[in-house]
């Protein structure tokens, strides 16, 4: 894709969209997630409250343009996925006692040379905690001392804002940012559709104090089991490329974090180390803005002697018709250098590591909605921007993750609880002219191009 291509890309979704924004409110007569909603708002009743149902589901259309091709994928062809379907529980075991948990299944609709998924089907719990509401159990006066709960069991990690804020209906676009991708790993690569949202075993306690007429102070401190790797090297991905000819090189892309998140039901990682993790965030009342800080520190290694450490800082300013966010994280990962874990043929210059490095991410983001339509102006067209960049290893000669991106998408609220999204991007690496010859030949780019429509449905 060219750049004549992109910029048509980039203007012609979001006049399709208006083309077809119905003139008349006959948009609210249709609902077709009503029936779902009135099923779960039953459950409700029935329990009397204290089971609690939501959801959404998600199928998107992608392709990319500039990807090397692998020898067990080809990203530049379209992938088809439900990429989510999440049902949430809410389940009220006594006045004090809170638990809850998310099922998330995805299906993939692309071959599997497509997307190398190895199983179309896939479902998991991908989160599952238990609530105890420690300030009202013992009856403390929360307006002088604050609220203070505690959680325990496989919990979203309070790292920056977006992981907690991880499905997509929350979000203004379907990708997630560098910060939430090669930092925090709240989800992997793009064709891999399963386990959203960084999650791990452990405890965390949350306080929440109202300042008066000043602001909301939030502070939740954790420890889980954290990142890790059985490895040598922390960044231990290798991916085997497909250039023409015989030879098949096996590289390490060194793409950031998403190696070290554990599976969703490990309740136990590589060592004994625990790592503990601190978010404090603030929203004064004055101004819709959320502002706060991050932190992460813990052992990797097999013999609790590496440190990995995060900071990060988070920031949202929501107004009804327009927002602007974003993230900054950093990352320092200490590891040996000189060793080549990798036993198949491939370029030992790109494959040895470089010894301690570091890591860093950032995005911008804006989303603003011209107009809105229908009963109670519930309809919408969103326009949403995204500039954001990220470098995994300092170190590193070359990297295909030390790279920016310009990202535009469209979001059109159509029906009652249901949109469809256009997003269109342009990846930039850096230092392209370091790539290593195979990665070239395998049609690696120094641009990559990606187009994503998605149909998203909540209730």
Not at 228 to 241: G, I, N, R, Y
Request: glycine residues 8%; hydrophobic residues 35%; negative net charge.
């Amino acid at each position: 894709m060219n750049n004549v291509n992109f910029l048509r890309s980039v203007l012609g979704v979001p006049l399709l969209l208006c083309a077809f924004i119905p003139a008349s409110t006959h948009a609210d007569e249709i609902d077709p997630m009503g029936k779902v909603g009135q099923w779960a708002q039953d459950i409700s009743e029935l329990t009397g409250r204290r089971l609690n149902v939501s959801g959404y589901i998600n199928a998107h259309y992608m392709n990319h343009d500039g990807m090397p091709v692998f020898t067990d994928k080809n990203l530049n062809k379209s992938l088809f996925q439900m990429r989510e379907l999440s049902l949430f529980a809410d389940m009220v075991i006594t006045d004090n006692l809170l638990f809850s948990t998310e099922l998330e299944v995805s299906y993939d609709l692309s071959s599997k040379s497509t997307s190398g998924r190895k199983d179309r089907l896939e479902a998991l719990l991908n989160y599952y905690y238990l609530d105890y509401d420690i300030s009202s159990s013992f009856g403390w006066d929360t307006d002088k001392y604050g609220e203070l709960g505690l959680r325990g069991g496989r919990i979203l990690v309070p790292f920056l804002a977006y992981n907690e804020n991880k499905p997509n209906f929350k979000q203004n676009l379907m990708s997630q940012p560098f910060t939430a991708w090669q930092i925090a790993p709240v989800n992997t690569v793009p064709d891999h559709a399963t386990q959203f949202g960084w999650t791990d075993t452990g405890v965390q306690a949350n306080y929440h104090y109202i300042f008066g007429t000043t602001g909301i102070l939030d502070a939740k401190l954790a420890v889980i089991n954290g990142l890790s790797s059985d490895e040598e090297v922390f960044d231990h991905d290798t991916v085997q490329l497909d250039p023409p000819g015989a030879m098949n090189p096996t590289v390490r892309p060194r793409s950031g974090m998403g190696e070290g998140h554990s599976e969703w039901d490990d309740f136990k990682d590589n060592n004994d180390n625990k790592a503990f993790v601190a978010k404090l965030s603030f929203v004064p009342f004055a101004l819709p803005i959320d502002v706060g800080v991050s932190w992460y520190k813990g052992k990797w290694d097999n013999n609790d002697d590496k440190d990995l450490t995060m900071y990060g800082v988070h920031m949202s300013y929501t107004k009804k018709d327009w927002s602007i966010k974003g993230e900054y994280a950093i990352a320092d990962v200490e590891q040996e250098a000189g060793i080549n874990i990798v036993t198949e043929p491939g370029p030992a210059a790109v494959n040895t590591s470089t010894g301690d490095y570091h890591m860093k991410a950032w995005y911008l983001e804006g989303a603003y909605i011209p107009f809105r339509y229908g009963v109670g102006n519930k309809h919408y067209l969103k326009l949403i921007a995204r500039y954001d960049d990220v470098d995994t290893n300092d170190k590193a000669t070359f990297t295909p993750f030390d790279r920016s991106r310009v990202t535009l998408g469209a979001e059109w609220e159509f029906l009652n609880n249901v949109r469809l999204r256009y997003e269109t991007q342009r990846s930039t690496i850096d230092s392209f002219d370091l790539a290593p010859a195979p990665y070239v030949a395998a049609g690696g780019k120094e641009h990559i191009y990606m187009n994503m429509i998605s149909l998203i449905a909540e209730f």
